[in-house]
Each structure stands twice: as structure tokens, then as C-alpha cells.
């Protein structure tokens, strides 16, 4: 067999290669950025001249960074274990159980999906006020803990499951709770592990919401704190970009880890609706 | 015989009543959340949108239409609004054909693949904050590395974000570069699943080329082509008329500027709201938005579903 390369793969990778470094040139500018002392952002350099680390221990310990970052990660977890066992629970219990009144939920929740965010932010800082929810973790964590996107997720990969495995299951005296649990859930490893990831992900990146319900710093996000600290930096760009980074990095990290499992998910829930 | 049965029928019922309370039981919580989170509150924001409420909640008093009478004669919302349209009108198509486009190239190589594809990806799972303002910086006038860049090929400098003209355009390219591998992967999905044999069949038949893309390829794509108009028009995560994050952070010191030239529907709102604190009128905008979301999801599911029928 003799490898063809034809001049249409020659183009194509050309192109795709062009494009490539528009995606990655920003975070690699990023990165560069966060490890020039302050005077080489005026001297316009390429490569840090005199690269430090200075930056991110100024933004970690003379403002919050740090604390945002823990915040984020306290505010992901939380809503992220939420989603995945209550988007479960929901999808498990609407493809493998009968009950009366199943299309009315099914429709229910399916209306959610068409309700942008933004259109709920102000009832939910109304309750908020009106329940104390401002500046507490509950108030920025309590949109994030169930979402229809997370019950059609694991809606479509139950339906794969086979009802006699459920019936065998039921049959060796396994209560329905049991069935969920210890036959169907642990079946589901890498449609959780997928959910899981999208689920962090999304909260992670989550900015009006967090924006609005908080005000004292203490429990910023760490998007809506880069974006307070960096509306006040000026042109300290050696410092926003670090912080950038901070916020930027991990998720690259869990994804050149996932992107098979996350690319995967995504395109499916998006191609199923 | 007869007691048997009626005994094994009040079991076989028993189960099925088990079952069912157990179904609900499962539901609970979830359906309190969606309940409680989503849909309730959806109806209070139409309730918010015909009150007058400043600062505290508990002090509404009922306006009726009025705030959706103020509206149309408030010239800030509808420059928002036209933006809005306008980031639509370039950001929609320019997501939608980039990501046709690369996914067709894509489909073309063997090496790499999976490397490029997760490259063009990468953008769409980062925080949208950190690269609004990564951009803000690469696109400063003079610091910028954009700008250095231009000067190279002897372009000279533009103001970007600076400039009413260009601060616009300027905005929705980020967007475009930060959801262009949404739509890479949705087109890849759909290019994998045509069947070789329906190329092989029609090449036996003459076709080649240009007449097998726009005979074969593009109308089994019609689906995919739909799903990627609407979601990057309308959907919760990545639909352009709900734009906020990009537009505030790519120019937090004056969002929506300059001269209002880059101001969204969301971004309007968000200043009514928290900084003139007349929410009743920022409820009653976002309600518009909602109105026009729905309206045109629905449109472009009919207007492409038709266009494409074969």
C-alpha cells in the first residue's frame, strides 16, 4: 500500500493548520503575558525577557485570587453533585419506570430548556432578597442544581439500558431504589463521568448569575472576581492575564484529559436536542 | 384456581402502585428544583414585568404595559436592540459556515484529526471571562499584539474596541472564535454518519466534486444545519441574542460603549436593573427578548426545514 497525499489533503491541512494557531494563539499569549514583569507589557516584547512568577504570587496574595479559586471549586462541587444525582434519578425514572402523569413532567421539564438564564436572574435575585441569599454560597449555587440538559443527557443513555437486566434485578428481590442503584447507576460510569465534567465546567465559567448575587468580595466566583479586579487594574495586563490564566489552565488541563468523553456528550446532547 | 389468581392480580397491582409511588418518589426532589428554579420563576418575571419596583421587592405597585409602552420610545433599548440584530446578522452565519467549513476540511484529512478537532474545541469549555479579557488585551490599540501583528504586513493600527465602527464587528469575531467548534462538532457528527455507499453509488452514476457536495452532502446536513442556526441564534448556552459576558468584559470600563455601539438586549437590561434599579422595566425588556427568541427559533425551524426538503 502506498500513502497518497492528495493536493486537496495538502490544502486542507494547510488551512486547518492556519486556523489552529488562531484558536491556540490566546492562551498562548496568555500564558506568555502572566510571566512578564510589568515594564515588558510596555516594551511591546514577544518572549518574556525576564520571565517570573511574581504576577501570580501578587494576585494570590495581595488580592484574592486564591480565595476566588476555592469559591469556584466549593461552588462547583456542590452543584455538580446535585445535577448528577437528581439529572439521574429524573432520567432513570422517566425511561425505565411507568407512572401516572409521566408526559406532563416529560413536558415540564422540557419547557425549562427554552428559558434562557437571563430571563429568570431577576426573580431569582427578588427571592434572594427576599430570603437572604445575597452574598452567601447557596445564592450563587441554588440555579445550578438541576438543569434539563443533565435529565436528557442521562435520559438518552438509559434508554440503551436493557429492561430485563432491571427485571433480573427486581426478580432477585432488589427494591426499585436498589435497582437504581446498585444495577443501573453503576452502569452509567461514563455518561456520569461526561455529565459530571460538563456540569463543572458550566459552573465554572458561569459569570451573570454569580455577578449579580454577589457583592462582598469574599465570595466572588473566580470569574466575577477577574472581572471586578480586572475592570480596576488598568493596564496591568501582566497581572489580568495570570488571573486569566488561574481560570483558564485547570479547565484545559481536565479537558486535554476528557476531550474525547466531553467532545463525545456535547455533540451528542446537541445533535438529540 | 380462582383464589389464586385473584391473589396473584392484588400482588401483580400492589407492584404496580409500588412502582409508581416509587416513581414519585424518585421525582420529588428533582421536580421541587425544576419547580421551584426554573418555572416559577419564569412566571414571575412576566408578573415583575407590569410592576414599578425600585430596590425592595416587597413595595411593587401594578404599571400594566406601561414599560413595554416606554420602550419603544426609548432610544437606548432599541440602539441595544439593533445591535443585538446586527451581532446576530454577522455572528450566526459566520459560525455556522466557519464551522461547515472546517469540519469539511476536517473530513478530508486522516492524520490529526482528533488533535485538530479538540484545538478548534477548546475555546467553547474555557471561561468566558478569561478570554473576553485575553482579547481585550490582544486588541488594545497600543499594547495590543493584534495590532503589532498588522504592522507587520504593513496594515496600520486600528482602534478595535475603541472605535463605534469597528468595536461591534470586533466583538461578535471573539464570539465567532470562541463557539466556531460547537458547530465543527455538530457538522462532524452528521459528516460521519452519511453512508459511504451513497458517495460510491452516485460516482458510478458521474457525480464528482462540487455536484456530490451540493446533491449529497448538503442536504443530508439539512438537520445539523438547522440544529447549528438555531443554537447559535437562541439556545441557552452559546445563542447569540442572549449576549452579555463578552460585551461586558471585552469593555468593562464603559460596557456597551462606546456611544452604545456595542450594548445588547442582556447588557441593557443588566443596567437597568442593577444600576438605575427599575427592575420592572428591566423584567419587562428581558420578557421582549424572550418573546423574540421564541419567535425566531420557531421561524427558522419552519423557514430551514422547508428550504432543504427534497
Known amino acids: 500500500m502506498r500513502r497518497r497525499v492528495s493536493p486537496v489533503q495538502v490544502l486542507s491541512y494547510l488551512v486547518l493548520t492556519a486556523g489552529a494557531v488562531i484558536m491556540i494563539f490566546p492562551f498562548v499569549w496568555m500564558l506568555l503575558t502572566s510571566l512578564k514583569p510589568l515594564p515588558e507589557i510596555y516594551s511591546l516584547s514577544w518572549l518574556p525577557r525576564q520571565p517570573t512568577l511574581q504576577n501570580y504570587v501578587t494576585i494570590l496574595f495581595r488580592y484574592q485570587f486564591g480565595r476566588w479559586f476555592l469559591n469556584s471549586l466549593l461552588v462547583g462541587a456542590a452543584t455538580t453533585l446535585s445535577m448528577v444525582v437528581f439529572s439521574s434519578l429524573t432520567g432513570y425514572t422517566l425511561t425505565k419506570l411507568d407512572f401516572p402523569g409521566k408526559g406532563f413532567v416529560f413536558v415540564l421539564i422540557l419547557a425549562t430548556l427554552f428559558v434562557p438564564t437571563e430571563m429568570l436572574v431577576l426573580p431569582w435575585y427578588a427571592s434572594s432578597v427576599r430570603y437572604g441569599w445575597v452574598d452567601t454560597y447557596w445564592g450563587i449555587m441554588f440555579p445550578g442544581m438541576i438543569h434539563a440538559f443533565g435529565v436528557f443527557l442521562m435520559r438518552q443513555f438509559f434508554q440503551s439500558l436493557p429492561n430485563d437486566l432491571l427485571d433480573a434485578a427486581r426478580v432477585d428481590g432488589l427494591s426499585e431504589l436498589g435497582v437504581f442503584w446498585r444495577v443501573a447507576l453503576p452502569l452509567m460510569r461514563s455518561p456520569l463521568a461526561a455529565l459530571a465534567i460538563l456540569a463543572f465546567l458550566g459552573n465554572w465559567n458561569a459569570f451573570i448569575w454569580p455577578l449579580i448575587v454577589t457583592n462582598r468580595s469574599e465570595v466572588f466566583t473566580l470569574p466575577v472576581g477577574l472581572a471586578m479586579f480586572s475592570g480596576e487594574a488598568g493596564a496591568q495586563w501582566n497581572l489580568i492575564t495570570a488571573g486569566a490564566t488561574l481560570s483558564v489552565f485547570p479547565v484545559l488541563l481536565v479537558f486535554a484529559i476528557f476531550q474525547r468523553h466531553i467532545i463525545e456528550s456535547v455533540a451528542s446532547s446537541g445533535v438529540k436536542g | ?310
Open chain 2, 1 to 310: 384456581m380462582g383464589t389464586s389468581r385473584h391473589s396473584s392480580s392484588v400482588v401483580g397491582l400492589t407492584l404496580r402502585r409500588r412502582r409508581i409511588l416509587w416513581a414519585y418518589a424518585f421525582l420529588a426532589v428533582p421536580l421541587l428544583f425544576f419547580v421551584a428554579i426554573r418555572i416559577w420563576p419564569m412566571l414571575q418575571a412576566f408578573q415583575l414585568s407590569v410592576t414599578r419596583w425600585h430596590v425592595d421587592p416587597a413595595q411593587r405597585v401594578f404599571v400594566g404595559f406601561h414599560h413595554f409602552q416606554q420602550m419603544w420610545g426609548d432610544a437606548k433599548f432599541l440602539q441595544a436592540l439593533r445591535n443585538t440584530a446586527l451581532y446576530a446578522a454577522i455572528g450566526v452565519p459566520a459560525q455556522v459556515f466557519l464551522g461547515l467549513g472546517i469540519a469539511l476540511l476536517l473530513n478530508n484529512i486522516r492524520r490529526l484529526r482528533g488533535l485538530f478537532r479538540a484545538i478548534y474545541f477548546a475555546p467553547y469549555v474555557t471561561p468566558a471571562v478569561a478570554v473576553a479579557w485575553a482579547w481585550s488585551y490582544m486588541l488594545s490599540p497600543h499594547l495590543g499584539v493584534v495590532n503589532t501583528l498588522l504592522g507587520y504586513v504593513g496594515i496600520p493600527p486600528q482602534p478595535f474596541l475603541t472605535s463605534p465602527t469597528q468595536a461591534l464587528p470586533t466583538v461578535a469575531a471573539v464570539v465567532v472564535w470562541q463557539f466556531v467548534g460547537f458547530h465543527v462538532v455538530i457538522f462532524l457528527v452528521a459528516l460521519n454518519s452519511i453512508p459511504r455507499e451513497i458517495y460510491e453509488a452516485a460516482r458510478v452514476d458521474g457525480a464528482s466534486g462540487w455536484s456530490l457536495f451540493r446533491r449529497i452532502t448538503f442536504p443530508l446536513l439539512n438537520p445539523s444545519l438547522v440544529l447549528s442556526v438555531i443554537m447559535a441564534t437562541a439556545s441557552p448556552s452559546i445563542g447569540i441574542l442572549q449576549l452579555f459576558t463578552q460585551v461586558m468584559n471585552l469593555r468593562m470600563y464603559d460596557p456597551g460603549g462606546p456611544l452604545g455601539s456595542t450594548s445588547t438586549v442582556v447588557l441593557y437590561m443588566y443596567q437597568m436593573a442593577f444600576r438605575r434599579f427599575d427592575f420592572g422595566y428591566a423584567a419587562a425588556i428581558i420578557v421582549v427578548l424572550f418573546a423574540i427568541i421564541l419567535t425566531i427559533s420557531l421561524l427558522q425551524l419552519r423557514v430551514l426545514r422547508r428550504r432543504f426538503e427534497y
